[in-house]
């Protein structure tokens, strides 16, 4: 059974989030997907927004997201493992 969490944040361009999680290792399988939240709910928006890149390592985990906007804006990304 995977394992799902989440992390919120805010930005634009093109970043790396780094997130705590003390179940992670290096090289454990990981799926994310990416949204833009408008008034705490998952939305669609006008912005493209990508998860690039998923890197676990110990105890924590770090996703390379691009922000197609010119201001941030708040997104979560959620994430799988099992």
């Not at 969490?5 to 805010?10: G, Y």
């Not at 676990?56 to 985990?61: G, V, Y």
């Amino acid at each position: 059974m995977p394992t799902f969490a989440s992390v919120d944040s805010r930005g634009h361009g093109t970043f790396w989030l780094n997130h705590p999680d003390g179940a992670m290792v290096p090289g454990r399988a990981v799926v994310a997907s990416i949204s833009e939240m408008q008034q705490g709910l998952p939305n669609a928006g006008a912005a493209q927004m990508t998860v690039h890149n998923v890197v676990p390592a110990n105890s924590e985990i770090s996703f390379r997201v691009e922000v197609d906007w010119p201001t941030d804006l708040d997104l979560r990304v959620i994430y799988a493992y099992a």
